[in-house]
């Protein structure tokens, strides 16, 4: 059964930082890129960040640059956002996915989400 849980979550204070990790189980992880996701009330869900099966390429929100982190570890089945210099703009819930494409089929998996409010 493919899970992914979310963790980290929580409430920040502008220009904290907060820790997000995502746990996978059930599929192959190091064969998919993982994406961070996230979605504000009222706004469609949009990239934040992802990173390749073997964590050599990322890609970053111009939102997110130089501010976010995101990291693999394919040993624990893992992928971790590292949020530092949080803004009031950057809460909403946070998503996991994992995705790759079979050949003509793009399979994937998302998880249930985490919140994440930075206010004062």
């Known amino acids: 059964q493919v899970q992914l849980v979310e963790s980290g979550g929580g409430l920040a204070q502008p220009g904290g930082s907060l820790r997000l990790s995502c746990a996978a189980s059930?599929?192959?992880?190091?064969?998919?890129?993982m994406s961070w996701y996230r979605q504000a009330p009222g706004k469609e869900r949009e990239l934040v960040a992802d990173i390749t099966g073997n964590g050599g390429s990322t890609n970053y929100a111009d939102s997110v640059k130089g501010r976010f982190t995101i990291s693999r570890d394919n040993a624990k089945n893992t992928v971790t956002l590292q949020s530092n210099s949080l803004k009031p703009e950057d809460t909403a819930v946070y998503y996991c996915?994992?995705?790759?494409?079979?050949?003509?089929?793009?399979?994937?998996?998302w998880g249930q989400g985490t919140q994440v409010t930075v206010s004062s």
């Open positions: 996915k994992a995705s790759r494409l079979l050949g003509l089929k793009t399979i994937v998996y």
């Open positions: 059930g599929f192959s992880f190091a064969n998919y890129v």
